[in-house]
């Protein structure tokens, strides 16, 4: 098992361009989560989904959008960059019901510029 | 709505001493589940302990433990025989063991950076 994978690692976007981060877990997680994680602080949930086809927004959803078509994957959606949403995004999911342990994914760096 | 706050930003230790970083929550659930997620500089979040609430032995992994304190909401982390490997960011956690009242929603705190000095 790969567990949680993310792509890209790195990313320096312009201000005002959009990109897709791509969240894939192969380990049949029902739930999925993105948290963003600033210089210094703690993670702080974004969107998150209980399975395919359900979403729900975090504690800080504003510029960002997200899909779960399939199980696996859980892709967050940036449009129109600003310089705020500078900062570390992990994907991580979970296995609801069976255990309480989150996998995270190894995170992509994202600047805007 | 649940919080959690660690209030050490950083702390130091020497190595093979022992430390304890403190962690306090606020919730008004009786059933939830408590973590500590160790982040090293390569970034990836890495689970070192958990508690369930409705435990009252407190966890302990190897040279981890924790201090789980239910009715002051303290919830505390103790690094016995420090090592050099145990430098990092140390991120308290907390989940409703509920599906229907919390959503396995994960709150975190701001972390503490530990240092450990050779």
């Known amino acids: 098992n790969a567990g949680v994978t993310q792509t890209p690692k790195f990313r320096i976007l312009k201000i005002g361009q959009s990109m897709t981060l791509q969240c894939t877990q192969d380990?049949?997680?029902?739930?999925m989560y993105w948290y963003r994680q600033d210089p210094g602080m703690g993670l702080k949930l974004i969107y998150y989904?209980?399975?395919?086809?359900?979403?729900d927004k975090g504690e800080v959803p504003n510029g960002y959008n997200v899909s779960r078509s399939t199980t696996e994957d859980f892709p967050l959606r940036l449009e129109l960059a600003a310089p705020s949403q500078t900062s570390v995004y992990f994907c991580?999911?979970?296995?609801?019901?069976?255990?309480?342990?989150?996998?995270f994914g190894p995170g992509t760096r994202l600047t805007v510029l | 709505a649940q919080t959690v706050t660690q209030s050490q930003p950083e702390m130091s230790v020497q190595e093979a001493e022992t430390v304890t970083l403190s962690c306090t929550y606020d919730?008004?659930?009786?059933?939830?589940?408590l973590f500590w997620y160790k982040q090293p500089p390569s970034r990836q979040m890495i689970l070192v302990i958990r508690?369930?609430?409705?435990?009252?032995q407190n966890a302990t992994e190897n040279r981890f433990s924790v201090n789980f304190q239910k009715a002051a909401k303290s919830f505390s982390l103790k690094i016995s025989d420090s090592q050099l490997g145990d430098a990092a960011m140390y991120f308290c956690?907390?989940?409703?063991?509920?599906?229907?009242?919390?959503?396995?929603?994960?709150?975190f705190g701001t972390g503490t950076r530990l240092k450990v000095l050779a």
């Open positions: 919730t008004s659930e009786s059933d939830y589940y």
């Open positions: 991580a999911s979970l296995l609801a019901g069976f255990t309480d342990t989150q996998y």
């Open positions: 989904s209980v399975g395919a086809g359900i979403t």
């Open positions: 380990m049949n997680h029902n739930y």
């Open positions: 508690q369930e609430a409705y435990k009252q």
């Open positions: 956690a907390y989940r409703s063991a509920s599906e229907r009242t919390g959503t396995y929603k994960y709150i």
